[in-house]
């Protein structure tokens, strides 16, 4: 196989490297671009730029292909277990009983917050968005647990993340019960990770909430789903901010701001606000697609359509599944699920989909199951916040042990005025 790629400017040939990866797609090596040829690649969104090399999570979009460190992500939906996916991409192994039982040991010591960080709570004003909180709260740990800025070893990456993985869902739901006007509810150390957490959220101090089987694996697989999907919008700021040597938990909180956005972390709600738009409005899923295909309209089917699959999204299937299965447990009918199954299989039929590549992604499903668990919308996001961290957190740990990791420092084409002069004020019109 060549791995050479030849480039022709004005008559001018350059010969690149083609670099391989263990699997899937090989990438032109333009390390060297500019000093030979003087132009740089411009790539709007990165969408056919690798940053890195990482044996974290591998993607074949055109297959529909998702692999937490080789491990295929069908493999942990019969058992599914957020603190033993969370090791696994940390530290590149299924952790053994040791491991894994002093790792859940060492979440539940860290439950708790700093009793000061209350009143940051209290600044906030009741409307504060979660996500806001989060993001500010996980850059306040820096102030209340220095010690943990110095990781150069596993054993210092192995505290500061069961740190940061323990207080993160603590975080979330203070902030959530702020917003609510409710008492905070400590952490109790006879629960495990996700049964703690829901019991932070919706406990009472007269009377414990106490989570079944299956809304545990719910949770428990809606959050290792959301674990890592290698250079998403928030990854890569993490690693932006981490390549500046940035500690732990101040590339983390950039991570919360970049998750924050509409197109990236809030999918699942417009998904949701959808199936009730159409539920309410007593739209037919048969008109509404017809309207979605219609390029006058200004609907559009949400939870469709990936920047890299091209094929069905293996998370959307497992969520599809686990949603059905709790609410059967719950004996619930929720109508959303039953007009979401009937739109997934309008638009898998249909041609206009078919030929565009467009299938449901994990955003499609994720909304619906939240709702039955009793999470509302605002806290859609911090969710998913909760569940990628350990995949932040892997990367973060990834580059800082790259032998010569640079900082990450893109390049623009500009596009302003080539020269004028500064002009008295006496002089501008």
């Not at 008109?287 to 999204?313: C, I």
């Not at 898998?348 to 009793?374: C, H, Q, T, W």
Request: aromatic share 10%.
């Amino acid at each position: 196989m060549n791995n050479k790629a030849t480039l022709l400017i004005d008559d001018q040939r350059y010969e690149l490297n083609v670099l391989s990866s263990c699997v899937g797609e090989r990438a032109i090596d333009i390390r060297e671009l500019r000093n030979q040829t003087g132009l740089t690649a411009y790539d709007p969104g990165y969408a056919n730029i690798a940053s890195c090399r990482s044996d974290i999570t591998f993607i074949d979009g055109e297959q529909g292909i998702l692999r937490y460190r080789g491990i295929p992500i069908e493999q942990f939906e019969q058992t599914p277990n957020f603190v033993e996916v969370a090791w696994l991409l940390i530290f590149g192994h299924l952790p053994n009983a040791e491991e894994y039982a002093a790792f859940s040991d060492d979440l539940t010591a860290n439950a708790d917050l700093d009793e000061a960080m209350k009143h940051h709570f209290e600044g906030f004003p009741r409307s504060a968005p979660p996500m806001a909180i989060l993001s500010a709260m996980i850059n306040a740990l820096s102030c209340f647990y220095p010690e943990l800025f110095e990781i150069n070893d596993a054993g210092h990456i192995r505290t500061a993340a069961a740190a940061l993985i323990s207080k993160i869902r603590t975080i979330a739901a203070y902030a959530y019960r702020r917003s609510n006007g409710l008492p905070y509810i400590y952490p109790n150390p006879n629960l495990r990770y996700v049964p703690n957490f829901l019991h932070m959220l919706f406990s009472k101090p007269y009377s414990q909430y106490v989570c079944s089987q299956t809304v545990r694996d719910a949770l428990n697989l809606l959050l290792l789903l959301h674990a890592d999907h290698e250079q998403n919008c928030s990854t890569a700021t993490v690693r932006m901010v981490g390549s500046g040597q940035a500690n732990l938990f101040t590339a983390c909180a950039a991570g919360v701001c970049a998750l924050w956005g509409p197109l990236h972390g809030g999918a699942n709600v417009a998904v949701l606000e959808m199936l009730e738009k159409i539920h309410n409005g007593h739209i037919s899923p048969q008109e509404y697609v017809r309207l979605a295909k219609d390029k006058d309209s200004k609907v559009r089917l949400m939870g469709f359509g990936h920047r890299v699959y091209k094929n069905f999204d293996p998370r959307a299937k497992m969520l599809a599944r686990s949603a059905e299965k709790l609410l059967a447990e719950l004996g619930r009918q929720d109508p959303l699920l039953d007009i979401a199954r009937q739109l997934e299989e309008i638009a898998l039929e249909d041609p206009y989909f078919i030929e565009r590549k467009l299938y449901p992604n994990v955003d499609f499903y994720s909304g619906i199951i939240m709702r039955a668990i009793g999470i509302p919308t605002n806290m859609f996001t911090v969710i998913f916040a909760i569940g990628r961290l350990p995949g932040w957190i892997a990367h973060w740990w990834e580059q800082a042990q790259t032998p010569g990791n640079k900082i990450a420092r893109p390049r623009q084409l500009y596009t302003g005025c080539e020269l004028r002069d500064y002009l008295p004020m006496d002089q501008r019109t």
